[in-house]
């Protein structure tokens, strides 16, 4: 029988025991066995702190982020294979879906995070904190990589995202990790982690995944690991008590099953939008994932009145789910985890029908299509009512974790609030209501014992992701019950494995530490306007004093004309008694302009257009005959992702401060610029570089890829200088037209074009015939057609001509087209 393995310390390794059987939940045969017998759990804890953590932590959020995003994309082509397998698990379709373009999702909006941290290995929290009148003596707060391991022990339901979603976020804040999946769908993680192994784009020692049994995995972590867990409130209790957890004060964080509630609004009486989307989310909860998730509705809290108006619907909706094999396309509900389970959540209904009643379903009757109800994990969607619930406290205790729900009712909304709260902490709670103060009422008092709320109604409806969808950007967690953890939640949840420190001394000193200028450090003078240096060479600190300027009383009333802005302070002196003003105001907006005015460097260069303003303020008025300069100081750079036709480029924040004639602060502001990069990438081909690296060429010389020779090469260049020429126009754009922006705007960015990539007209491994009897008359025929090529653009600047590949094209970018495709081609023979 084929055994798992288990990837750790930098190798696929089997255990060496029997193994334990992992069964398909369809058809019940064994799929392989588990074994994780021999591993030394303490050895592949040292080795994610060391050998992975050294290199994410040295990563900037940068670089962590966009690794984040080719993982994704890598794992998006090869999603149709873990398709097949997570079948097996019992998941439709659209379980499968969830879980494993779910968890590949996590990591894209995970690596969109990078946005919002610096361009280093270490995050700056909030705002400087000056602790001195003198202002030379202030305090910061970094957030750096901790130096352990996450340990993520997780749940059967979501072997896909339930890593993943954990993962994206500890390889953001540059940890590495050791998963450790429920064994039972651990087949389906081994998978996905081979192709993430295989695809090297995460450094070694960033993932390590333990296959099976881990139960001594906790006697080695260490103060600076992070352990997390998803699973039952009992186990995970358990753990949280861990001899060493306490010791060591290991961060730990659970999410744990709670029993989540979900309210009928008094106004959603029956024949309203909001009645039909509570009955169809309830539905969807109980049968997504045959009911197999944390965040599933367990308890269907309703008017008294509407009970029986709730039961009948419900049963009504799900009398129209089919279940059986997930791969069939009728089907909608798949099986359980495994036989053990469809035991277990049979003994938890057994529990709660001491009290409750089964008003839908039956535990012994099931009707599956395409499968055997016997041999596979399959249970019927079982309602209860329970009439009494705060008398009967069973169902605010115990959870069928499956496709079960039992419906309760309530007299008013307070009761509404008190059955919710008396889950005693879970996930999220729903409620289905288009009356806003019913739901501000709900939301305000429950909030308290839940970690996410949704409100559902007829105006979000079409957009809301549902009640049991935690999101990237939102916490997922919650209090009590639910384990008192926080996971994801956008920046939060990458600070819960950064550690934060406060840090104190002179403000030059916490601007070298931090990255970001802090006033009143010492200003670096710039050799040349900061605005005359690319993105790379400009540093924190980097600064320009402009001279000065006199604002006269016809500047403040021209400026009062072009904008409308005629607010008394600026055009009427006459009506400056008592109030802060003493003679004709400038307009702060004006001060800012003026400001502009003396420090924007006029001619064009690196710097490409303004990107906002943030934080300005205005310290003291301004009057006529007050003269200003001002101090631009980089504060800040931001680096930022390219797709739209425009070259690689970052943000420079910079910290204006205005002055007046006695040097005292009237005004500031951070204003944010949009500065190229530094092409390094390519050669410049100029005529005179072309003509030189054209003249080395000789017919002994060999490509470093691909078949071409030196004659083919230049002949295939002289076909495509024609084409940017307009000589040959008669063929059609081969690129779709819905990507060919896409592709066109790629031209701007500085990656080269990738090595054996095939034009459109070349036949795939073969050459073409050459159409010119020697090399010598190819270089006088290729020199021909660029000559045609340029001559044609000086008469026709405004030109736009086809290209096969790269759609519609204008000058400029036909000139970035000749540079790379020249690159390319005098790469592939070492001339450059």
């Known amino acids: 029988m084929k055994k798992l393995h288990n990837y750790v310390t930098g190798q696929w390794i089997q255990g060496k025991g029997e193994g334990v059987p992992m069964h398909d939940a369809i058809t019940g045969e064994v799929i392989a066995l588990s074994d994780t017998e021999g591993l030394d759990f303490g050895e592949i804890l040292h080795y994610g702190r060391t050998k992975g953590g050294e290199v994410l932590r040295k990563m900037t959020f940068q670089e962590r982020g966009n690794m984040l995003k080719s993982l994704a994309l890598h794992l998006v082509k090869k999603k149709t294979d873990f398709y097949e397998i997570s079948y097996r698990t019992g998941a439709t379709k659209i379980d499968s879906w969830i879980d494993i373009e779910g968890g590949f999702g996590n990591l894209f909006a995970n690596a969109s995070l990078r946005k919002l941290f610096p361009n280093q290995s270490y995050h700056v929290e909030g705002d400087p904190i000056d602790l001195s009148r003198g202002g030379r003596f202030m305090a910061h707060h970094i957030m750096v990589p901790k130096r352990g391991v996450a340990v993520h022990i997780n749940a059967f339901n979501f072997p896909v995202w339930g890593m993943l979603e954990k993962c994206a976020v500890n390889w953001m804040a540059g940890v590495p990790a050791v998963v450790k999946p429920a064994t039972n769908t651990s087949f389906l993680t081994e998978a996905v982690v081979r192709e993430i192994i295989a695809s090297g784009i995460l450094p070694e020692g960033a993932l390590q995944l333990i296959t099976g049994s881990a139960r001594t995995i906790l006697d080695t972590v260490e103060s600076q690991d992070v352990v997390t867990f998803t699973g039952s409130a009992s186990t995970g209790r358990m753990l949280k008590a861990h001899p060493r957890i306490i010791e060591e004060a290991v961060p730990f964080t659970m999410e744990a099953d709670s029993l989540n509630a979900s309210i009928l609004g008094e106004d959603a009486i029956p024949g309203t939008p909001e009645f039909d989307l509570f009955i169809k989310e309830v539905r969807n909860e109980m049968t997504v994932k045959c009911g197999q998730k944390c965040t599933a509705i367990r ?59 089964i008003v839908y379903g039956d535990l ?63 996930l999220v709670s729903s409620i289905a209501t288009n009356d806003n103060k019913i739901a501000k009422d709900y939301v305000v008092n429950a909030a308290s014992h839940h970690g996410r709320i949704l409100v559902i109604n007829r105006e979000s409806a079409k957009e809301s992701t549902g009640h049991g969808s935690p999101l990237p ?39 070298e530490i931090t990255g970001i200028y802090q006033a009143n450090a010492d200003y670096k003078e710039a050799d040349k306007h900061p605005f005359a240096y690319h993105w790379e060479d400009i540093k924190p600190g980097m600064s320009l004093k402009t001279h000065k300027r006199t604002l006269t009383d016809s500047d403040i009333i021209s400026f009062a004309n072009l904008t409308w802005d005629h607010f008394y302070a600026h055009t009427d002196i006459t009506s400056l008694d008592g109030s802060i003003f003493e003679k004709r105001t400038a307009h702060g907006y004006f001060i800012i302009a003026a400001a502009a005015g003396l420090f924007v460097y006029p001619n064009k260069g690196p710097v490409a257009a303004n990107y906002g303003l943030e934080d300005c303020r205005f310290l003291r008025p301004l009057y006529h005959n007050d003269t200003i300069y001002v101090r631009l100081t980089c504060k800040q750079k931001v680096d930022r992702d390219v797709a739209s036709a425009e070259h690689p480029s970052g943000i420079v924040k910079w ?40 003249n080395k060429i000789t017919e002994n010389d060999k490509p470093k890829w691909g078949i071409m020779t030196p004659q083919h090469m230049l002949e295939h260049l002289e076909e495509s200088y024609k084409v940017l020429g307009g000589q040959i126009q008669d063929f059609e754009i081969v690129t779709p037209e819905k990507i060919v922006e896409k592709v066109r705007n790629s031209l701007y960015n500085y990656e080269k074009f990738p090595q054996n990539s095939q034009f459109p007209t070349m036949k795939k491994g073969e050459l073409e015939d050459l159409k010119h009897p020697d090399l010598a008359t190819a270089k006088e025929k290729f020199f021909e057609a660029r000559e045609e090529y340029t001559a044609f653009f000086k008469e026709n600047p405004d030109a736009v001509l086809k290209n096969m590949v790269f759609g519609e094209l204008n000058k400029y970018e036909s000139y970035l087209l000749e540079r790379k495709h020249l690159n390319h081609h005098f790469e592939q023979f070492g001339l450059i």
Not at 500 to 511: D, E, F, H, N, V
Request: charge should be negative; avoid cysteine.
């Open 655 to 694: 910290f204006v401060e205005v002055f007046d004639a006695e040097d005292e602060l009237v005004a500031v502001a951070t204003i944010l610029t949009m500065v190229q990069k530094k092409q390094e990438v390519f050669v410049e081909m100029t005529e005179e570089k072309i003509q030189e690296l054209v």
């Open 299 to 357: 308890r269907v809290i309703v008017p008294e009145n509407l009970v029986e108006d709730v039961q009948i619907a419900l049963g009504k909706a799900l009398s129209k789910v089919t279940i059986g094999d997930p791969r069939l396309k009728e089907v909608r509900m798949g099986s359980l985890v495994s036989l053990d389970q469809v035991q277990e959540v049979r003994e938890r209904v057994q529990e709660l029908s001491k009290t409750a009643s």
């Open 473 to 511: 950007s939102l916490v997922h967690g919650g209090p009590g019950r639910a384990g008192g953890g926080e996971e994801m939640g956008g920046m939060r949840g990458i600070k819960h494995y950064l550690q934060r420190t406060a840090i104190q001394g002179s403000p030059t000193t916490l601007t």
């Open 364 to 426: 012994d009757k099931i009707d599956v299509i395409g499968a055997d109800a016997k041999k596979g994990a399959f249970l019927a969607p079982i309602v209860l009512r329970e009439d009494n619930p705060f008398k009967n406290l069973s169902v605010h205790e115990t959870e069928a974790f499956g496709p079960v729900s039992t419906i309760m009712p309530y007299k008013n909304l307070d009761e509404a609030i008190t059955l919710a709260q008396m889950g005693k902490g879970s």
